[in-house]
């Protein structure tokens, strides 16, 4: 057995199992102290405390609100709001597919977003604001959906070392999602995107980790980095900050990664996303020319700091947001878990996506 502790390889016994699970249980106790919940007088074992974890991970703000209804998300006329599922051979997972009228004929990209716990392709859908950047831009948006037989708080499973790899698990499923649409819309692997929301984000970095073949780059708001847990344990002391970061390299080839992170995070240590965009940038061509810049909107401040390649195209960009909490920068009020103030993630991470490609319209 691992310890997370101290990188040391131990003996599975009882008294290991007792002393993990112990650690596990501290780390509740944190969790929920910082989040000013109180701690029940009993905590569970191990298969509780995996319910303690995908609660703690829902983006926080208050009460989670109802499941979002599906007939609240606007379609202008000419545009689809499909309903579908990829079966692969991992697995199945249904899915919603926004085609804007736009691009009924001749779509310019597909961009794949990855809800946060508790939330539906719907929610997400109108949280973001991607269906209006897909009707402007003219791309195809997949919007995957977790099953509650997969996870009871529709988390995605990054922290399940079966979902951590290449042609294994929900990456297996969702890259094989991705290569239908690139099929069925005639899209090829450098105009297919991947973008989420914590949990989401978490998924959205293992893709790009291990399928560099099917997506040309990554969106990470408030996630975690790749490897950052393989149990419920290392899953707690990542969301922390004390996760060890990319255990070994999935991949020879790594994507362009844009990630946003809040200042004012408490559920995901805002230190996961420094090492998110730390691997993003060891992975991107050499030598690279960095350059940080300072802004402000509607009374918040942010830093980026940006990696541009020597074919004069960012490799990585950086946006730490003061103020921001564990939601989506510059949401639509209509979504959950969503901070309206800004800057728009949504918009910049299309444009990031896009940067240096002559495809939107």
């Not at 719907?122 to 950047?133: P, Q, S, V």
């Not at 897909?134 to 959906?145: I, M, Q, T």
């Not at 255990?247 to 809040?262: A, D, L």
């Not at 996961?272 to 060891?282: H, Q």
């Amino acid at each position: 057995m691992f310890d997370f502790r101290t990188g040391a390889r131990r003996p599975v016994n009882d008294d290991a199992r007792a002393e993990r699970l112990a650690d596990a249980q501290a780390l509740v106790q944190r969790t929920l102290a910082r989040h000013g919940l109180a701690a029940p007088s009993q905590l569970p074992g191990t298969h509780g405390l995996m319910d303690v974890l995908q609660r703690g991970l829902a983006p926080q703000g208050g009460a989670t609100p109802p499941r979002s209804d599906p007939r609240r998300v606007e379609v202008p006329d000419g545009a689809r709001f499909l309903s579908a599922t990829h079966r692969g051979k991992s697995g199945s997972r249904a899915f919603r597919t926004y085609v804007p009228a736009s691009a009924a004929s001749d779509p310019a990209a597909v961009v794949m977003m990855l809800h946060g716990c508790t939330q539906t392709p719907e929610d997400f859908a109108i949280g973001t604001g991607m269906n209006a950047l897909a009707e402007r831009h003219g791309f195809v948006v997949l919007y995957p959906e977790q099953s509650r037989g997969s996870n009871a708080q529709t988390c995605w499973n990054w922290f399940s070392p079966n979902d951590q790899h290449r042609d294994r698990g929900e990456p297996e499923i969702l890259a094989g999602m991705a290569r239908a649409a690139m099929e069925q819309y005639g899209i090829p692997p450098d105009r297919t995107f991947v973008a989420g929301l914590s949990a989401g984000a978490a998924m959205a970095v293992i893709l790009g980790a291990t399928y560099p073949d099917v997506f040309a780059a990554a969106g990470a708001h408030s996630g975690l980095p790749y490897g950052s847990a393989k149990d419920v344990a290392s899953a707690f002391a990542a969301m922390a900050g004390r996760g060890p970061g990319q255990q070994g390299t999935p991949s020879e080839k790594g994507v362009r990664t844009i990630v946003f992170h809040g200042a004012a995070d408490a559920t995901v240590h805002l230190s996961n996303g420094d090492i998110i965009a730390r691997d993003a940038e060891r992975s991107a061509p050499s030598p690279s020319l960095q350059t940080t810049r300072k802004g402000t909107e509607n009374g918040r401040t942010y830093t980026v700091t940006s990696s541009i390649g020597p074919d004069g195209r960012t490799d990585m960009e950086h946006w730490v947001i003061d103020g921001l909490g564990h939601a989506w920068s510059g949401g639509r009020p209509g979504g959950t878990y969503t901070d309206p103030r800004g800057p728009d993630a949504s918009a910049e991470m299309i444009r990031f996506f896009f940067d240096s490609k002559d495809t939107l319209k």
